[in-house]
């Protein structure tokens, strides 16, 4: 009897009918796009000269090529002081599930495997390419005895890895060996290595060892954990001789081992003849997603980079799968193996709304919706009735350490009211009443009750907030980081139970905290961590300065809060030691937040000369994803803004870029806009209303004429003009009503920047 279909077999495991809904928006977001501006770019030729390109092996995860589908993911290099090719194998949803410890080590991130290809000869040289389009590496390993051409990918909606490889003179005998990775806490493990008493936990309990076994051509490796539950990893080699391809599934599970039958199943079933099938369905959702939308700039470097980012979000997240996390599905030994809320997640997500591609923020949506019960067990059990907290770093279900009262050193308080914010943003940016009904409102509420137990009125009737900690710097009474949180939590509260239409009986105090909160403290230097406390020595975050970005709080519309701005920036970033790589992106979209165009590429250059690796990630003692993400939020920062109810087309371009254009990036009220520069000046400008919210389009466009739609273009003052476009309404706004320039690639030198050459 023939084996059913490969991917009736996979049915079983992952909703065939969330792949087809997926897979059927993202071309629909492809395709609805005017004619004249889709029809103009040959993406497959475009995103060529984005690709990273190897003329020597990498030897590390920070320099190699990276492959993923949100869940499963790889990279590939040579093992250091080895004669062998490595393919990593990891998994953004495995992790640790121990019942005593909540904290760092008990619910962090575990590593898994990895395999080594050995060719027969001594290795002498090799090249690698990173084809964003078809989300692809591919190299050739050249040995003293021939050589063997590779390619590899992580198929996009099947949980598997796929190394096709050829070998050619002596290596058609080359061999795969597998290694089960150590189960330890990545953080233990790291610690020990380094002697590091503060990363290794007391008394720490190793995991089971891992057991492999062979059966009818499969071979399967269980890597058991304490408490029940472990990962599966299954693989077979298609092909013999010369030819062969490495078929690789990786599953987990807790309590039960049902890891064990999704693993095997997936590459049992799998017959040779369906490779290419799995190959093109792989391509397919790529060439999909890309055309949600598109920027393309003068400099090259930074548009390569900004690509690399776009791919990278779609290999570390999507919807089913694990959270943004600090390390994405490429875990190495690390300080910081879960997810971390101070700062790090947040700054993950940003890129995804602006580009237009929320459907990959949906796992944060759902987390927060489906663990609002371990939000409140997160904080004293006094306060669980109405409060919730998100301590410093959880496993991806919002399990952590106890978070400290106010009042008390180290409370770190602020982390849900932030993470709340990343939520606001999705919905804001789509519209979509549900995520204000199933996770943000209900999370919001609970993180500003935890203030509102900690709140106390000086003689003046101004309300003040007992010490809380500012990451990661000190503890103040009043503490910036804290104060911006909670004016914005209760602002947005009040927002959302209008939508809702919800009668709180909690408004009229949120309304009497955002009106008598106190003032941000500050010195002639700028914001200062908190009352009591300047800011003195070298600190990578910008904790202390979230009320002018991301929250806007203070902004470019208002009187001194530019001057107090680049104050508190310049004081910030001129005491050295600590400024590390998301300082320069968090400035960069600071002063793009005050239309500074120029001093905002200043920081993203320092992004670039002092801490970006090859392969556009981001290192300090292990991986730290959201730095480089982080930076393409502050390129869309600088092209596009929509915070305060208007929307701000190229509010701070550098000068030096004087053509830029993109296409669907998405704002606030759910607008998708096109824009194009030429020589300095905006000539189009194309908006279409998703949601038919209120539209304030802000531009330096001269004599913007409606050339397209059936609006009418009212000025309000200011460069300002209001435009009432109905769902699904678009207009096009050029300068002097000339013709619609096209949407095409901008012409610079260079490109193919990173990689090894």
Known sequence: MNAPPFFTVFSKYISDLCKMKRTLLLWIAALCTPAGCFGQIDW???????????????????????????????????????NALRIDVGNNTVHDHRSDDRGIHGRCRLMISHFLLHPIGEIRSGTMRLDLWNAEASGRLSTDAGTIDWRAYVAAESPCIVFDATAAGGERDFSWEFRPENRDSPRHQLGQKLGRSHL?????????EAQVRESGGTTLCWQPLLEGGGTATAWRVFGSGAHRTLVVSCAHSFPDTTALAKAREAVRRLDPEELPELEKAHRAWWHGYYPQSFVSL????????????????????????GLLDNCGPWLVPTPWPNAWWNLNVQLSYWPLYASNRLELAQPLVDSVAEHLDNLAGNVPEPYRHDSAALPVATDFELVGACVGEPGSEKAQVGNLAWLCHNLWLHYRFGMDDSILRRALYPALRRAVNFYLHFLYEDERGVLHLKKTYSPEYGSAEDCNYDLALLRWGCRTLLEAADRLGTDDPLRATWRRVEERLADYPQDERGMMIGKGLPYTRSHRHYSHLLMFYPLYLLNADQAGSRELMERSVEHWHGIPGNILGYSYTGAASLYAAFCEGDRALEMLDGLFTRTLRPNTMYRESGPVIETPLSGAQSLHDMLLQSWGGKIRVFPAVPERWTEIRFRNL??????????????????????????????????????????????????????????????????????????????????????????LK
């Open 44 to 82: 497959e030729n475009f995103l060529a000269g984005q690709d990273m390109i190897w003329n020597r092996l990498p030897e590390a995860w920070d320099e190699a090529p990276f492959l993923g589908n949100g869940s499963l993911g790889s990279y590939i290099c040579r093992e250091p002081q080895t």
């Open 200 to 208: 290794t936990a007391r008394d720490y309990r190793p995991n089971p």
């Open 298 to 321: 003068p400099d090259k470097k930074i548009e390569n980079f900004y690509w690399a980012q776009i791919y990278k979000l779609a290999s570390a997240t999507r919807p089913g799968g």
């Open 666 to 755: 998405r704002t606030e009220g759910a607008f998708l806009v096109s824009a194009v520069r030429e020589k300095g000046k905006t000539t189009a400008i194309r908006i279409e209303s998703l949601a038919g919210e209120p539209c304030i389009l802000k531009t330096d466009m001269e004599h913007p004429i409606v050339k397209d739609g059936e609006t009418a273009l009212e000025p309000i003052g200011g460069a300002e003009y209001a435009l009432k476009l109905k769902k699904g309404e678009s207009v096009l706004l050029t300068a002097g009503g000339a013709p619609e320039p096209p949407m095409r690639p901008v012409a610079g030198p260079g490109g193919n920047f990173f990689g």
